[in-house]
């Protein structure tokens, strides 16, 4: 038995994979890219908490479409690159002390763009998974109103070759390193210690 302490969190970030997203509206020439954490699957349905600052949420209000670009854990520095910006031209008041607008956030993250399949803005070449996704849902976040939840369908799924497994849909776990965030310190995935009993393989 463990005896515990009561504490105050000023941030409940215990540990979530990165994703990139990639969004744009049909006038812009560079899509933008938007280091994300709070994102989750179930099913075919990725749940994402999006701040209403961020330039993200105003692109997915006009143009539902998103690439979620799932970057490895030796990618963290060209994610921290780009940490700092936003790809809106006005900075929102609230975040003009610590961020800046660029326009250009894969030049900034060494990110290479690659067309999508079924969706207008591009997968980000550098990230082992890239998901091709459309938002189905919107729903306003918390009491201050200041984020939202946007659910998002996914429509086309890519990965590396050296994550795919031959003639199967399965991505090879070996190879697989994803990037975690975990209050605001990046890290990799640690052994497996278990497997539950759904694992297909
Ligand atoms: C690793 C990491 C995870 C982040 N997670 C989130 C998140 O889950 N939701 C969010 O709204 N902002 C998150 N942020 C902050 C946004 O990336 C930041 O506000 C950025 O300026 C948004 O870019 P944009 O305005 O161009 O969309 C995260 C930043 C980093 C570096």
């Not at 990618?75 to 660029?102: D, F, N």
């Amino acid at each position: 038995m463990y005896s515990t302490l009561s504490i105050d969190p000023s941030v409940f970030y215990f540990g979530t994979p990165v994703a990139l997203l990639t969004t744009g509206k049909a006038s812009d020439a560079v899509a933008n890219i938007t280091p994300i954490s709070s994102a989750w699957a179930l099913d075919d349905t990725y749940v994402l908490g999006l701040s209403n600052l961020s330039h993200a949420m105003s692109n997915l209000r006009e143009n539902g479409e998103l690439v979620i670009n799932l970057p490895d854990a030796p990618l963290w520095e060209s994610v921290e690159r780009i940490a700092k910006t936003t790809g809106a031209t006005k900075v929102p008041p609230l975040k003009q002390e610590r961020y800046r607008y660029e326009p250009n956030k894969w030049a900034l993250g060494g990110f290479t763009p690659r067309p999508s399949e079924a969706v207008a803005p591009p997968r980000i070449a550098q990230c082992p998974v890239q998901i091709e996704a459309r938002v189905t849902n919107m729903t306003p976040l918390g009491a201050t109103g200041d984020a939202t939840t946007v659910h998002a369908k996914v429509l086309r799924t890519h990965v590396h070759r050296c994550l795919a497994m031959p003639g199967t849909s399965h991505i090879n776990l070996e190879a697989w390193n994803p990037m975690y965030y975990t209050f605001r310190h990046y890290f990799s995935q640690g052994e497996r210690v278990g497997v539950n009993f759904r694992a297909e393989w």
